[in-house]
T-cell receptor
Framework: NAGVTQTPKFQVLKTGQSMTLQCAQDMNHEYMSWYRQDPGMGLRLIHYSVGAGITDQGEVPNGYNVSRSTTEDFPLRLLSAAPSQTSVYFC????????????FGSGTQLSVL | AQRVTQPEKLLSVFKGAPVELKCNYS??????LFWYVQYSRQRLQLLLR??SRESIKGFTADLNKGETSFHLKKPFAQEEDSAMYYC????????????FGTGTRLTVIP
């Protein structure tokens, strides 16, 4: 049972480049979310989804897009990377009605130069 | 809007000493509060939640609605407690998203 899998683990981008951070879970969880972790800022919610075909914005959605075409996958897209998006990104999933059962991925460390 | 405040970015205690990690919150409704922990090279994981009122790894946390606090306590710190600790709450609306504080890095000195 892999749980929540994030790829890649590390990525370096140049300003203006685009990329997609992948997140997949094999627990049939309805809820999935993306956070970014920055020193002194904690974890901040970027986007979330309560099921396939449904997405919504979190606290800091600007510069990021998401889609949820399947229950398993919740990719995060950076259309034009900026240095301010240098961060560690975490994907998480849980059953919709069990907020205490939030499982996190191992994170993607992104640097934008 | 909900807010979680952890006033200490860094906290160092000696092994065997008591430890208290502070957490204050602001929320207009009745929040559900959690403590999450991130050990070195491990994933973020749930430590405890206020509803369960249980002790995990010797840690306890009591919700004080009057002081809007949810401080994490342990009577005798161990070296393996060294980690990053996050206080968090759910907004109890719709998706029940989890909102985190800024975190406290606890170092237990041998």
């Amino acid at each position: 049972n892999a749980g929540v899998t994030q790829t890649p683990k590390f990525q370096v981008l140049k300003t203006g480049q685009s990329m997609t951070l992948q997140c997949a879970q094999d627990m049939n969880h309805e809820y999935m979310s993306w956070y970014r972790q920055d020193p002194g800022m904690g974890l901040r919610l970027i986007h979330y989804s309560v099921g396939a075909g449904i997405t919504d914005q979190g606290e800091v959605p600007n510069g990021y897009n998401v889609s949820r075409s399947t229950t398993e996958d919740f990719p995060l897209r950076l259309l034009s990377a900026a240095p301010s998006q240098t961060s560690v990104y975490f994907c998480a999933s849980r059953p919709l009605d069990r907020e205490e059962k939030l499982f996190f991925g191992s994170g993607t460390q992104l640097s934008v130069l | 809007a909900q807010r979680v405040t952890q006033p200490e970015k860094l906290l160092s205690v000696f092994k065997g000493a008591p430890v208290e990690l502070k957490c204050n919150y602001s929320y207009s409704g009745s929040p559900e509060l959690f403590w999450y922990v991130q050990y070195s090279r491990q994933r973020l994981q749930l430590l405890l939640r206020h509803i369960s009122r249980e002790s995990i790894k010797g840690f306890t946390a009591d919700l004080n609605k009057g002081e809007t606090s949810f401080h994490l306590k342990k009577p005798f710190a161990q070296e393996e407690d060294s980690a990053m600790y996050y206080c968090a709450l759910t907004d109890q609306t719709g998706a029940n998203n989890l909102f985190f504080g800024t975190g406290t890095r606890l170092t237990v000195i041998p």
